[in-house]
């Protein structure tokens, strides 16, 4: 410290810290660091949500052979598909309330939800994440193998996607990491939903879309090649 002080009031300047100041925007309210978490774990909470249930309902049926009964009824696909969903929606649902009542209680949290907005967030979301998953099943095969390849994606998309910490706060080498990865949208959805970030109208709706029409069109023709598979 004494060498610091005496460099400083001598006029010598060669030891210094090269500081990057990164912009993230805000919303309308006041952000703080809970707040920040709590908002990323909801947003993390659809995507685990989603994924693993679709992952472990079908992996359990496939491997208690259920699907080849159920082949045998005049359900179609995606009629199986959604039943087996709903209620997993329904769990997820409250799940959320939860995590949101837990964090007023335990943490006083200051958010400031818009609900209407969220409840439509946590639908889009939980249909895309629930598409995702289907699809991993479709992929890996093997129930097993898909859930450890789920569990890695979950940790990358923990790091890279903005839920802990802004995206920005990244090296600018990895920072497309993040932007490639469907929970970061998931992600600054529920924040704008909490008034902790702005984002466009515009976006809100696309993102949202893109989640439900993409999420919806994986569950029909991952189920559809899904339930074909199983002889």
């Known amino acids: 410290m004494q060498s610091l002080l005496k460099k400083y ?3 010598m300047n060669e030891d210094y810290i090269n500081a990057e100041f990164v912009e993230t925007p805000i919303g309308e309210s006041q952000e703080n660091f809970l707040d920040f978490i709590l908002t990323g774990v909801i947003g993390f909470s659809l995507l685990s949500g989603g994924m693993f ?19 045998a009824s005049p359900m179609k696909p995606i009629e199986l598909t959604l039943s087996a969903s709903s209620t997993k929606l329904f769990l997820n649902l409250v799940s959320m309330f939860i995590i949101v009542f837990l964090g ?11 609900w209407s907005l969220l409840v439509i967030v946590f639908f889009t979301s939980s249909i895309g994440m629930m598409g995702f998953g289907i699809l991993l099943l479709l992929l890996f095969k093997e129930p097993s193998v898909t859930i450890e390849i789920a569990s890695i994606l979950y940790f990358a998309m923990t ?3 903005g839920v802990y910490f802004p995206v920005e706060f990244l090296p600018s080498s990895v920072r497309w990491v ?20 702005q984002i466009s109208l515009n976006a809100f709706v696309i993102i949202n879309l893109v989640l439900f029409v993409g999420g919806l069109s994986l569950l029909f023709v991952s189920s559809e090649v899904f339930l074909k598979e199983e002889k």
């Open 9 to 11: 009031f001598l006029g």
């Open 159 to 161: 790091f890279f996607s």
């Open 178 to 197: 993040g932007n490639i990865l469907p929970v970061k949208y998931v992600v600054d959805l529920v924040r704008y939903t909490g008034n902790i970030k």
């Open 104 to 114: 007023k209680i335990i943490f006083d949290s200051s958010l400031t939800f818009n």
């Open 53 to 71: 249930s679709m992952i472990n309902i079908f992996g359990r049926y496939r491997k208690l052979g259920t699907i080849k009964r159920l082949k």
